[in-house]
């Protein structure tokens, strides 16, 4: 069984725009992509291979360019990994590796200057199984990653920027489903489920050894899952998690506060399985998400205000990803039926209808998004092929100039 990565590049600001064709980035199959822009709208991208020995790639996409050829970061990579961008570029990639033991490590890979250098161990190997790898970098390339292992107790790492060894993995909390991000001026910002199903939170100062200001977020009374954690380029936090009484909820961590503010909560009528948070250079967040009943919905929140009305994207869709520009302009992704769909938004607007965007020869399960400062959407995706036939094809994309580099806008990552 192979699948066949492709690239797709649109505009969200020049009128009449389209996707373009497909772009061949790995003949090898691959899944769970994940994508990000610098603030100059180059691209980086990691994913896995699924051929023995089962390995972790990267590549580079240059504004204008073309795609480098994959980079094997890791040929033992096992479950997790994660990818964070800086705004001039370089990138932190951490993934999890398998040995005969059998025994687990974490590992990362520095992208700087457009090289992917070797990789560095943050975790030595051990019969402990490690899940949930996330890592978030600073304006300066300081990285921090949270990771849970396989008795619901989750660690931490840093890695200053310029050095070659992370710090001592440390125990940060007990839980499930860690998520982290760090802001621009390099403050950590991890949000976790608690062992009584409630969201905690807490901060790490840059180059502080330990977490401060630990709170939990969520409402006492009520279960919740899956958090996710944004911080804009002015770090300001936005966290939502998922409650089991058919709400979204979100809180707000205002940058250089310590308490969370703003409780606000997404009605979404059935109980919602998957949600995406982004946030605009603004402070302004959007999120998607898919109900029990499939249909697919978003909603937005002004920096500091309320939620928007649940807006219906598609009636029927899998695993929504979105993503936006400096502005909020906005672009989702989502399967169904097989296929990889998108529709955008513009701010104030609507969405539009929904884009094929995979072939329906090859049937296709998610893709990841990525949008960068000035409106250029970059999909990637992994027709999921069955059987021992694999169709590739190669096409040259239409260029999409962006239309306002005049000016220098603040970098945000999704």
């Not at 809180?251 to 919602?272: D, E, F």
């Not at 029990?292 to 939620?307: I, K």
């Amino acid at each position: 069984m192979k699948r066949l990565f492709c690239l797709m590049i649109f505009s969200l600001q020049l009128i009449g725009a389209t996707w373009s064709p497909p772009v061949v980035i790995s003949a090898e199959g691959g899944f769970q992509p994940n994508v990000e822009f610098d603030s100059r709208g180059n691209a980086v991208a990691i994913w896995g291979t699924n051929t023995m020995p089962f390995t972790l790639q990267g590549a580079s996409l240059p504004f204008q360019g073309v795609w480098s050829a994959p980079a094997p970061l890791s040929v033992n990579f096992f479950g997790s990994y994660d990818l964070a961008v800086t705004p001039e570029g370089n990138a932190v990639a951490v993934w999890e590796e398998a040995l005969p033991g059998p025994v687990f490590s974490i590992h990362s890979a520095s992208f700087i200057d457009g090289v992917w250098k070797p990789s560095i161990t943050i975790k030595d190997p051990s019969g402990v199984i490690s899940q949930t790898i996330t890592v978030g970098v600073d304006d300066h390339g300081n990285a921090v990653a949270v990771w849970l292992d396989s008795a619901n107790i989750i660690y931490w790492a840093a890695l200053p920027a310029g050095d070659t060894s992370w710090t001592l993995p440390i125990i940060l909390a007990m839980g499930t489903s860690p998520q982290v991000d760090v802001a621009p001026d390099g403050t950590a910002i991890a949000v976790w489920v608690n062992a009584v199903n409630q969201i905690d939170a807490a901060i790490l100062p840059l180059g502080g050894g330990m977490w401060v200001h630990f709170n939990t977020i969520s409402p006492l009374a009520l279960t919740a899952s899956l958090p996710a954690i944004e911080i804009d380029p002015n770090g300001n936090a936005v966290a939502i998690w998922l409650i089991s009484t058919n709400l979204i909820q979100s809180s707000m961590l205002v940058s250089g506060a310590t308490l969370w503010t703003n409780l606000q909560n997404i009605p979404t009528l059935t109980p919602p399985l998957t949600a995406d948070l982004a946030l605009d250079s603004h402070g302004n967040a959007i999120v998607a998400w898919q109900k029990t009943s499939d249909l697919v919905q978003s909603s937005t929140l002004p920096f500091g205000g309320a939620w928007t009305a649940p807006e219906v994207i598609a009636n029927a869709g899998f695993f929504p990803e979105v993503a936006v520009d400096h502005h909020g302009n906005a672009v989702v992704v989502y399967s169904t039926g097989g296929l990889l769909y998108s529709s955008t938004r513009i701010v104030g607007g609507t969405w539009t209808e929904a884009i094929l965007l995979s072939n329906p020869a090859t049937p296709t399960v998610s893709g990841a998004v990525a949008v960068d400062l000035y409106g250029n959407a970059l999909v990637v995706f992994s027709p999921f092929l069955s059987g021992p036939t694999q169709s590739r094809s190669l096409f040259h994309p239409s260029a999409r100039i962006r239309s306002d580099r005049a000016f220098l806008r603040p970098a945000i990552r999704r």
